[in-house]
């Protein structure tokens, strides 16, 4: 099964990519953790991401969709989940061929739904694991009092410098700017589901296993 999460930045869909990740043994195609990979990895589209990326040159999307290609062509395991991409209409149109091309399909793209104020409220304060991801909060999920993460036992945290409500707004901007056209090209498609993506993790969960499953 193959999934796109969309949703504006701090809507949850990395935290719902790892709990998919662990619970349908998914593999999930982040494009910045792809791109990271891919400069250490020696391979001939590793060193063309590298040069690129050392030049401070944008990495193109001919470079993304041959990452997606290569990990397409590798084990497949329960599917994957496309996390960050694609952004654009233009990339949407990109993957659809590299699928077809490949005798994949795309079985659901689930909108994590939010709304501004609430997200904002939701991004400030909030801090994640150095060592795992989990994320806190201050107010919601604070970091445990013997400074431990619940999950892997870590010690360090960190707060991305752009967590700040100007920021934010600004990110916001751009998606809604870039990406939100996204959520029309796929519900024309008919391949558009959504979900409260400000409703408890536990719940969230829950909803796109239901869209999952049915």
Same mark, same amino acid.
């Given at each position: 099964?193959?999934?796109?999460?969309?949703?504006?930045?701090?809507?949850?869909?990395?935290?719902?990519?790892?709990?998919?990740?662990?619970?349908?043994?998914?593999?999930? $195609?982040?494009?910045? /953790?792809?791109?990271?990979? *891919? +400069?250490?990895? #020696?391979?001939?589209?590793?060193?063309?991401?590298? !040069? %690129?990326?050392?030049?401070?040159?944008?990495?193109?999307?001919?470079?993304?969709?041959?990452?997606?290609?290569?990990?397409?062509?590798?084990?497949?395991?329960?599917?994957?989940?496309?996390?960050?991409?694609?952004?654009?209409?233009?990339?949407?149109?990109?993957?659809?061929?590299?699928?077809?091309?490949?005798?994949?399909?795309?079985?659901?793209?689930?909108? $994590?739904?939010?709304? /501004?104020?609430?997200?904002? *409220? +939701?991004?400030? #304060?909030?801090?994640?694991?150095?060592?795992?991801? !989990? %994320?806190?909060?201050?107010?919601?999920?604070?970091?445990?009092?013997?400074?431990?993460?619940?999950?892997?036992?870590?010690?360090?945290?960190?707060?991305?410098?752009?967590?700040?409500?100007?920021?934010?707004?600004?990110?916001?901007?751009?998606?809604?700017?870039?990406?939100?056209?996204?959520?029309?090209?796929?519900?024309?498609?008919?391949?558009?589901?959504?979900?409260?993506?400000?409703?408890?993790?536990?719940?969230?969960?829950?909803?796109?296993?239901?869209?999952?499953?049915?």
């Amino acid at each position: 099964m193959n999934i796109i999460l969309l949703g504006p930045p701090g809507a949850g869909k990395g935290t719902q990519a790892r709990k998919l990740v662990e619970d349908r043994d998914m593999i999930q $195609l982040s494009t910045g /953790d792809m791109l990271r990979e *891919a +400069r250490t990895s #020696g391979t001939e589209m590793g060193q063309i991401v590298a !040069e %690129v990326m050392d030049s401070g040159k944008l990495v193109t999307d001919e470079i993304v969709i041959g990452l997606i290609r290569e990990k397409l062509e590798g084990d497949k395991k329960g599917g994957f989940i496309f996390d960050g991409f694609p952004r654009t209409l233009a990339q949407a149109d990109a993957l659809e061929e590299l699928l077809a091309e490949m005798d994949e399909t795309l079985d659901a793209v689930i909108e $994590l739904r939010v709304q /501004d104020e609430a997200l904002v *409220a +939701r991004i400030v #304060g909030r801090s994640t694991c150095g060592n795992c991801g !989990e %994320v806190y909060h201050d107010l919601t999920k604070p970091i445990p009092a013997d400074g431990k993460c619940t999950v892997c036992g870590g010690t360090e945290f960190k707060r991305r410098a752009d967590d700040n409500e100007e920021s934010l707004k600004t990110r916001l901007m751009e998606y809604y700017k870039q990406t939100s056209p996204l959520l029309g090209y796929y519900h024309v498609k008919g391949a558009l589901r959504s979900v409260d993506g400000l409703a408890d993790m536990r719940d969230v969960e829950a909803a796109i296993a239901e869209v999952l499953d049915a």
